[in-house]
């Protein structure tokens, strides 16, 4: 089969993670003249290319409605239909957060192969330019993208009736071998805990960026995370969750309720309710709810919402909520059979599979880069496989023993 080449965007701005965890201001890059001057010294293999993630940002737009941040505020109560006592369950004070995806036009056919085609293309980027090659960034935004696509890939396959047991009942979507990296079959469990939390240190702002289909996880973003950009979109994405409903909630008296998303990511907070305190306590707005989570003697992971983020049956009025972006689902409205518009999934599924055509991640100038790079490389190990990669495999194989 033959491999497809990928580009890799030139932009002078890189950004990294500092050994004890925390992320760090971005730095410049200076991108040098020539490819022999671009390969490092064994020492330092790190090149001043970010990861152009372009497509998968093509597909985000077009399907992602931003919602902004919560005011907290309450859901009406549903009533049943008429003739029957049966009603819709959701979460009144979670309802109304997150932001929304149009999960119906990622089933259509073509939008598929349009997933498909991305995830594909990602699994076989370290083929081409090995990981170790750019900043801890640059690869953490890397394995985000790849397990949200994977994601969404399989989540557009099955029924949102019950999201809880999707996830995480046994054989759930988190569970399953979705991708494979350089011949390592890896579940979305394994790049959360095994790849970017052991690889990186647990720092808890990466787990902003692990879309889990459900209002009580964090936002889907309307563009790829990219290593240039990585440390605001996390820090928008965490913001936004921990001053909502879902993240951290009063219900009355002194408890503070937290969302059990963080009780999912426990690996990431060591000492959960300590670790958990000062983490929130960096991203709660002033006010009383920051002041109240400053003075919980302890911090209950029960909020929850496994309602699915998708357009279709929800209740909420998103008329005004839409932010401009003149290719969002505008693309795709049609009239329906009632006379008024309506999204066309079948529009957009064409459009999107239209965009993603042909494209590639690397330029001339980057192929030649990076083959003399897998050069090199092979010259010293006799290989190119990525040694994180290896550790990553045995660290499977341990644990499931």
């Given at each position: ?79 049943g ?18 932001n ?71 054989g ?149 909520a ?25 529009i ?7 965009m ?29 496989r990525?040694?994180?990669l ?12």
């Amino acid at each position: 089969m033959e491999l497809r080449m990928y580009r890799f965007g030139k932009l002078a701005v890189g950004a990294a993670l500092v050994a004890a965890g925390t992320l760090a201001p971005l730095v410049p890059a200076v991108p040098r003249a020539y490819a022999e001057e671009l390969v490092p010294a064994a020492a330092d293999m790190r090149i001043p290319y970010h990861i152009n993630y372009d497509d998968l940002t093509a597909v985000l737009e077009n399907v992602v409605l931003v919602t902004g941040m919560s005011d907290r505020g309450r859901a009406p109560d549903i009533k049943g239909s008429l003739g029957t006592r049966m009603k819709a369950k959701r979460n009144v004070y979670t309802a109304y957060e997150g932001n929304r995806i149009w999960l119906q036009a990622l089933e259509e056919k073509k939008a598929q192969e349009v997933l498909t085609s991305i995830r594909v293309s990602l699994e076989a980027i370290p083929d081409n330019a090995p990981l170790a090659h750019f900043t801890d960034a640059e690869q953490i935004a890397y394995w985000l993208n790849l397990h949200n696509v994977a994601f969404l890939e399989e989540l557009v396959k099955h029924s949102q009736n019950s999201m809880k047991k999707l996830l995480y009942g046994r054989g759930g979507i988190l569970d399953k071998k979705l991708v494979t990296v350089q011949g390592v079959p890896l579940s979305l469990n394994d790049i959360r805990f095994r790849v970017v939390g052991k690889r990186w240190g647990n720092n808890p702002l990466v787990i902003y960026g692990f879309y889990e289909g459900i209002i009580g996880s964090p936002n889907i973003r309307k563009e790829a995370f990219t290593g240039e950009e990585l440390h605001a979109q996390l820090t928008a994405n965490a913001r936004e969750f921990v001053n909502s409903n879902r993240g951290v909630y009063l219900k009355g008296g002194k408890t503070v309720y937290v969302s059990s998303f963080y009780e999912r990511f426990e690996d990431y907070f060591p000492d959960f309710q300590k670790d958990l305190k000062a983490h929130l306590l960096d991203y709660v707005q002033p006010g009383r709810i920051k002041t109240m989570v400053a003075e919980a003697r302890r911090l209950d992971p029960e909020v929850d919402d496994w309602n699915v983020t998708s357009l279709r049956g929800n209740t909420r009025d998103y008329g005004g909520a839409l932010q401009k972006n003149a290719s969002a689902l505008t693309t795709a409205i049609v009239v329906a059979e009632s006379g008024g518009l309506s999204p066309n999934s079948s529009i957009l599924a064409d459009s999107l599979s239209t965009m993603v055509r042909n494209y590639s991640r690397f330029s001339e100038e980057q192929q030649e880069l990076l083959l003399e790079l897998n050069r090199q490389r092979m010259e010293r190990t006799g290989n190119i496989r990525i040694e994180e990669l290896q550790e990553i495999k045995s660290r499977i194989e341990k644990d499931g023993k």
